[in-house]
């Protein structure tokens, strides 16, 4: 196969799922894996990168209020590890949630965002999965196990083994949407979780219904999100199941950070007096109260593109590096 090319879609086709819906969630991963099996791959060749567009929603909370924020998230992943990889996010809209009042002021629609991620050696960062390493990985169940489980183990805040093996697994779900065969096998594994379940009708990042396989969480419920006909996948959200109430103590902004938020401001046109005259009483430590309330969307993204790419996008003004350690 040339580089850049695809790999072979599997025999079978969509055709040949079975007609009814799926009984519970083993067995909608089970037809989501027969999906994912007959699609094609994509293989990146040398320089070439993986380009994913997502859009995605997110709850952002402040003092008693909270809104949800409609951003898109594109990113170019190096086929080569040892090259930097770009993400770049947008906001494109926000929306209030029933019972929390949203909070005042504007907020940018038009602001891009970079995130330049560079490996600090030559070789590429190893304690980071990047698509270079998944697109070489084998698709034996046994074999991927293992790296879902080595995954997990660095999530080390998350005090259950469950539910750090589900967050492993749909981390590497999502990253491998470039090639279905691999998705597929990952399938396998996130049906062994424990306390799994079947959700009937759940709404994407990109308002499309599908159907989902979900692990509650306390608070939470952490949904993979898949078209209800076909069963590909469409995405993951994470959504709060009861209100929560969390309080706080906010820092103290700088000086420093304040003439930055002003410049920005004006940068976008807004009118710098109004807004350093909004960030006053941020310039004290104080106490906050952080509302959740039941249905809010904590983080949802839906992947909407995937393809091959000869380079990344020039970079946008407003773009920050990160190092990645070897």
């Known amino acids: 196969m040339p580089p850049g090319g695809r790999e072979p879609a599997g025999s079978g086709g969509v055709a040949s799922l079975l007609a009814a819906p799926p009984a519970n969630a083993q067995d909608l991963l089970k037809l989501a894996a027969r999906a994912a099996a007959t699609e094609p791959g994509l293989r990146p060749g040398p320089g070439q990168y993986v380009h994913i567009g997502m859009r995605t929603v997110s709850y952002r909370a402040g003092d008693r209020k909270g809104m949800q924020v409609?951003?898109?998230?594109?990113?170019?992943?190096?086929?080569?590890?040892?090259?930097?990889?770009?993400?770049?996010?947008q906001t494109i809209g926000t929306s209030p949630v029933p019972g929390v009042p949203m909070p005042e002021g504007s907020w940018s629609t038009t602001q891009i965002v970079d995130t330049l991620y560079e490996p600090s050696c030559d070789t590429g960062a190893k304690n980071v999965v990047t698509q270079e390493q998944m697109g070489t990985w084998p698709t034996d169940v046994e074999w991927l196990r293992a790296r879902v489980q080595?995954?997990?183990?660095?999530?080390?805040?998350?005090?259950?083994?469950?539910?750090?093996?589900?967050?492993?697994?749909?981390?590497?779900?999502?990253?491998?949407?470039?090639?279905?065969?691999?998705?597929?096998?990952?399938?396998?594994?996130a049906a062994e979780?424990?306390?799994?379940?079947?959700?009937?009708?759940?709404?994407?990042?990109?308002?499309?219904?599908?159907?989902?396989?979900?692990?509650?969480?306390?608070?939470?419920?952490?949904?993979?999100?898949?078209?209800?006909?076909?069963?590909?996948?469409?995405?993951?959200?994470?959504?709060?199941?009861?209100?929560?109430?969390?309080q706080l103590t906010a820092p103290a902004l700088s000086k420093s950070t304040v003439d930055r938020m002003v410049r920005d401001a004006v940068a976008k046109g807004e009118n710098g007096e109004e807004v350093r005259k909004s960030l006053l009483p941020d310039m004290k430590a104080?106490?906050?109260?952080?509302?959740?309330?039941?249905?809010?969307?904590?983080?949802?993204?839906?992947?909407?593109?995937?393809?091959?790419?000869?380079?990344?996008?020039?970079?946008?003004?407003?773009?920050s590096r990160m190092k990645i350690p070897c």
Do not use: C
Not at 70 to 89: M, S, V
Not at 292 to 317: D, F, W, Y
């Open 150 to 189: 080595e995954e997990a183990a660095k999530a080390t805040a998350v005090p259950e083994q469950r539910q750090r093996v589900w967050g492993a697994a749909g981390t590497l779900i999502r990253s491998s949407v470039f090639r279905p065969s691999l998705t597929a096998a990952l399938y396998q594994i």
């Open 286 to 319: 104080r106490k906050l109260t952080l509302l959740t309330p039941k249905g809010a969307v904590i983080g949802s993204s839906a992947v909407v593109e995937v393809g091959l790419v000869e380079a990344m996008p020039p970079l946008s003004e407003n773009v």
């Open 70 to 89: 409609t951003a898109t998230e594109e990113r170019w992943t190096p086929a080569d590890g040892a090259k930097p990889w770009l993400q770049r996010e």
């Open 193 to 246: 979780v424990d306390g799994i379940a079947l959700v009937p009708d759940a709404v994407d990042a990109a308002g499309r219904h599908g159907i989902a396989v979900a692990l509650e969480d306390g608070d939470t419920r952490s949904e993979l999100i898949f078209d209800k006909q076909t069963y590909r996948y469409f995405g993951e959200r994470t959504v709060a199941t009861r209100d929560k109430t969390t």
